[in-house]
Structure formats: C-alpha cells, structure tokens
C-alpha cells in the first residue's frame, strides 16, 4: 500500500491530461482570427455625365470576420467591432450566418477552389505529418492509461513502466505538436491563409490572430500527462527494486 498514493496521484494527473488532450483535439479552436475586410462584391468607378470619374471612399467596415478552425472544421462567421474573439467563438454564441467547412489535417493550411490556388500555401504538403504526430501522441496516452488501469490491482511493474512510457511518449508527441504549431503561426504567413477566401478584394485590412482555447487546454494538459508518466515509471523502478 506504500505505492498506493503515488500511484492514485499518477492515474489523476493523467486522467486529466488526457482528457484535455482529447478535448484540444475534438475542438475546434487552435486558431482564433479576425479581419475587418467585409465579403461583399466592390463597385467599379463610373464616370458621371462630364466624363469625370468618381471614387467612392471606402466604408468604414461595420463589423468583423471571425475565424476559428481545429482539426476537424474551420469556421467563419461576423461579429461586432467591439467582440471578444474568444468567446464569441463559444458553442453557446453560434450566429446563423456562420460557414463552417471541413477543416481535415489542420493547423496546416488547405487551399480551397482549384489547385493550384492562386493562395496556395506549399507548406500544406506537410499537413499529413502533423496528423500522424497528433493521432500517435492520442493512441498512446489511450493504451498507456488502459495498462496502468490493468496494472494497479496486481502492481505490476511491468505495465507500469509500459504505462509510463506511453504516457510520456504521448506528452513528447503532442510537445511537438504544439511547438509545430507555434512555427506556424509565427513564422508562416497566417495573415495570408485567412484572406485567401478574399482574394484581392481587400488591399490593405486589419487581422489580428490568436492561439485559441484549444491550443491552450492542449498546452495545460502536456505536462499533467509527463509527469504522470514519470510518476509511474519511478513506482515501477522502486518496485523492481523491491523485488530483489
């Protein structure tokens, strides 16, 4: 029973890891984005009955585009000037003009239309690898968590340093991940792949873009499930030691 605190203390740390794993990766708010270029179809200068062309000033934009995408969909919709980008990307704020496609090995971009795009971003080339590295780090903290909940009642060593090992490689996957994803945000043109549905409709607008709630849950959950996984390999080292 002296390993018996260690090891609750293990399976609640991963437990919540995981579960904020899963929910980072069911979600869909990696990427939270807002610009001001308003989708409506410009009007070409006419030139009145003098000959003279006349150039409308552009509008003041009344209200903004609000991105936010995960790996399952990304979504449009408007809001005010004056919204909070995150919560107005809540499930409980869904307006009925919001667009949502589906949004399949994100956080790489995806072009849309004809490839190739006129905005295509060859760094979609890469997208699979990222699929790869977010469904292994799942797989493992999954099979990880189930050999540790076979291995408390007989406090077997052997499933716990497997267990462990799971849980830390998942960690170190999902690590990758979100430093990935960082490279991408920071040094990728984003600003780019979120007008790519405007075009050149919209010369000079305003985008500002931030790391989501997922990215953050993802980001809180990383080092709950390496801990518990380095909490369970040392009560499997100190049991192999107990046997001899």
Known sequence: MKFGAAALSGGVLGGLGTLCLFVAFATDYWLVASDNCERTETQKPTPDE????????????????????????????????????????????????????????????????????????TTAVFRGFWTVLMVLALLCALIGGFLLVCG??????????GGGTLLITAACLFLSVLLLFVMWVELVDVRRYI?????????????????????????????????????FMCIARALTGDKF
């Open 50 to 121: 003098n000959g003279t062309v006349i150039t409308e000033e552009p509008r003041r934009p009344e209200s903004l585009t609000l991105h936010h995408e995960g790996f399952f969909w990304r979504c449009v919709f408007q809001v005010q000037l004056t919204a909070e980008p995150h919560l107005s990307t809540l499930y409980t704020n869904q307006p009925v003009s919001k667009l949502c496609v589906h949004g399949y090995l994100f956080p790489l971009p995806v072009a849309l239309g004809p490839v190739p795009h006129p905005m295509y971003d």
């Open 152 to 161: 408390v009642p007989f406090y077997s060593h052997k499933l716990y340093r």
């Open 195 to 231: 007008l790519q549905e405007s075009g050149e409709m919209c010369p000079a607008p305003d985008v500002q873009i931030h790391y989501g709630l997922s990215f953050m849950v993802a980001a809180a959950g990383v080092p709950l499930v390496l801990l518990s996984g380095v909490i």
